[in-house]
């Protein structure tokens, strides 16, 4: 079994920071992209950024130059730094990942979501 869980939600002031972080455990061999989503109420689930193994990323353009997605292979864990926070940035926010397990087989994976409020 794979868990992804999510930490480090909460509520912040507009302009604010936040981090979050998604820890990866159980029968892991190897990660390959990780993504983070999110879910305001009454709208659908919107892909926030990625990064591949590698390491390349791509962010939605609404977090473009605000958010910064890292991954550290060694910790299996998976960041995102939320900058200049805005109150249409408030949502859960779920980690996504693409994990091989140790029988050698790849399927995806969600956390349960951390909530994220940005509201004065």
């Known amino acids: 079994q794979v868990q992804l869980v999510e930490s480090g939600g909460g509520l912040v002031q507009p302009g604010g920071s936040l981090r979050l972080s998604c820890a990866a455990s159980?029968?892991?061999?190897?990660?390959?992209?990780m993504d983070w989503y999110r879910q305001a109420p009454g709208k659908e689930r919107e892909l926030v950024a990625s990064?591949?193994?590698?390491?390349?990323?791509n962010y939605a353009d609404s977090v473009k130059g605000r958010f910064t997605i890292s991954r550290d292979n060694a910790k299996k864990m998976v960041y995102l730094q939320m900058n200049s926070l805005k109150p249409e940035d408030t949502a859960v926010y779920y980690c996504?990942?693409?994990?091989?397990?140790?029988?050698?087989?790849?399927?995806?994976?969600w956390g349960q979501g951390t909530q994220v409020a940005v509201s004065s």
């Open positions: 159980g029968s892991i061999l190897s990660i390959n992209a």
């Open positions: 996504h990942g693409n994990v091989m397990d140790r029988r050698w087989r790849t399927s995806d994976y």
């Open positions: 990064i591949t193994g590698g390491s390349s990323t």
